[in-house]
Structure formats: C-alpha cells, structure tokens
C-alpha cells in the first residue's frame, strides 16, 4: 500500500495544487477549529505540498510530514517550512512533544489506521490535539470516485469515535458535511 500512495502521488505533485485551489480557505477554518495552543508543536501529517502549513500561524514548530518525496519536494519549493519524509505510522520523534496533528485526507491512505492513532497518542503530549479533515465531504468524494459510501467506513460518524477511542483519543465531534469532513479528538 505505501508504495501504491507513493507513486499516485508523485505522478500528481507538480500540478496537486493546481488541481485544488480552492481548498485554501477550508483547510484555513480547520485548522482554526483545531486550535492548536500558541507556541506548541504541530504536524501536519501527509502534508503533499505543504499547503496547510502557512496556516499554523501561532504555533512555535510546524512540521509537515509526507512518504512522497515529490510532493515534499514541491513543498520545499514553495518554502512552506520544516518538511520530514516519514511513515506517519512511524514518526521520527521524541513521545509526548506533539500538541496538535492535522490528517488531512491521511487515514485512508495508511494500512492501519489504529497503528497511527496509537503512533499519534505515543508521540503526543498529554493534551494533544487531533484533525481528522478533507476539504469535501465523505459523500462528495465518494462520488468524485465513482463509488457508494458504506456504514462500516472508518470515517463514518458510527464507526470513527470507536476506533479512536481503542488508540486512546476522546472524540470531540464530527462534521459530515457535504462541503467538508472535519473530526476533533483530544487526548
């Protein structure tokens, strides 16, 4: 599966923002919602090209982590911060020195989704902060992919608060909305 990401996403790089422009705004009132606490440390994880980043005003550290290089590659082009290639399933830090994490359009990518939710937790800091996000909604995107949204999908509102809380997140609440997916969960 991580090389199947790898390669549909380096094919796409050079022109993902292109193909999304009008994202920006979303993703702005996401991470607003998130609220990451003033001078914390934040990760933006499968963060492409780095789009997320610039909005992460108040944090001290913000971290965009991604598996594909070429998408990393148009991030650091556009000087959008401190860039890792890593597996989110696997980060390269300390425990408990992460206040807040955006997933954007990440768990369905990841082979197992409560392995990074335990990855998230160890990393962590106590009060840690959690958005799950896409900038359309489940069923729009579904439909953008020519399929039909199932109930037994990890993002659907039943099933999510669940598994986070396995992985040790408590559930804040979930907007499944036409025009966004937008999940908040703390430690």
Excluded at 93 to 121: C, I, K, S, W, Y
Aim: charged residues 25%.
């Amino acid at each position: 599966m991580l090389r199947d990401t790898q390669a549909f996403f380096a094919e796409r790089a050079a022109t993902w923002d292109e193909r999304f422009p009008d994202d920006d705004a979303a993703f702005a009132a996401a991470i607003a919602e998130l609220s990451p606490p003033r001078e914390g440390v934040v990760v933006d994880l499968g963060c492409g090209t780095g789009r997320a980043l610039a909005h992460f005003t108040t944090a001290r550290t913000v971290i965009g982590v991604d598996v594909t290089r070429e998408m990393l590659a148009v991030a650091h082009s556009k000087q959008r911060g401190l860039l890792a290639c890593a597996d989110a399933s696997r980060l390269p830090m300390r425990d408990n020195t992460v206040d807040a994490f955006l997933a954007a359009g990440l768990l369905t990518h990841v082979p197992d989704a409560q392995a990074l939710l335990v990855e998230l937790r160890r990393v962590g800091t106590r009060s840690a902060r959690l958005a799950i996000f896409h900038p359309i909604g489940r069923a729009a995107l579904a439909r953008r992919h020519g399929r039909e949204l199932r109930p037994d999908e990890l993002l659907d509102p039943s099933v999510l608060p669940g598994v986070l809380a396995a992985a040790g997140w408590h559930t804040e609440r979930i907007d499944d909305g036409d025009d966004r997916y937008l999940a908040l969960a703390t430690l």
